[in-house]
């Protein structure tokens, strides 16, 4: 298990200058490649207390690429784009096809939740990601989910953008500090793997 917090001003330089703070790990070698299959797994649990602070964005889990600016999936907290409610939803980043909410407001804290990934990487019609939430498939989105041919890897914490809008919005110098634990971190290039020997603990 790994617990990972932000406090102000927990950026570096660069980070710090784009309006961002986070702690995250990620995966040493980007290792899953465009038109590759694998699925993914990580646990994470928010406290009680955790606060929520849009309209900044908090990212918990993302899967980037290499020398990629812009990640392609990200796993936010806050109020997806046509809502009015918060959610941990799923942001297909790069390409566009929306906001899947996840988890609800009301059951995100106070408890492990359980994430399970399927997806084909994928710039074309081909691609799909589908995402499981405590067992239970909750988002299922086929097409194109990257832009970009470069090799992907997931990287996990906390992980939070766009810190003026909230300091803005709350007349506020700073954002509130946030931890979250996250455990069982791996990958495989199929479901039963996951669960045995051929799975790929994603340790930085």
């Given at each position: 298990m790994q617990r990972f917090e932000v406090r102000p001003g927990?950026?570096?330089s660069r980070?710090?200058?784009r309006d961002r703070e986070r702690s995250e790990l990620g995966e040493v070698d980007a290792s899953s490649r465009v038109g590759d299959e694998y699925w993914?797994?990580?646990?994470?649990?928010?406290?009680?207390?955790?606060?929520?602070?849009?309209?900044?964005?908090?990212?918990?889990?993302?899967f980037h690429q290499k020398g990629v600016t812009s990640p392609p999936v990200l796993f936010q907290y806050g109020i997806p784009q046509g809502s009015n409610t918060s959610s941990y939803y799923l942001d297909l980043n790069q390409?566009?096809?929306g906001h899947f909410p996840l988890i609800s407001e009301r059951n995100l804290r106070g408890r492990w939740q359980d994430i399970r990934v399927?997806?084909?990487?994928?710039m074309a019609a081909d691609g799909f990601i589908r995402v499981y939430v405590n067992g239970r498939l909750t988002a299922d989105v086929v097409g194109p989910n990257t832009t970009h041919a470069n090799p992907i890897?997931?990287?996990?914490?906390?992980?939070?953008?766009?810190?003026?809008r909230y300091k803005s919005a709350y007349g506020s110098s700073e954002v509130p500090a946030q931890s979250a634990l996250f455990r069982s971190v791996r990958k495989s290039k199929t479901m039963r793997g996951l669960l045995?020997?051929?799975?790929?603990?994603?340790?930085p």
């Open positions: 927990d950026c570096t980070d710090c200058f993914y797994e990580f646990s994470f649990y928010l406290p009680k207390d955790f606060p929520n602070i849009y309209p900044a964005k908090t990212a918990l889990g993302q390409t566009k096809l399927h997806a084909r990487w994928s890897y997931f990287k996990y914490g906390v992980y939070r953008s766009f810190l003026s045995g020997a051929a799975s790929e603990p994603m340790q």
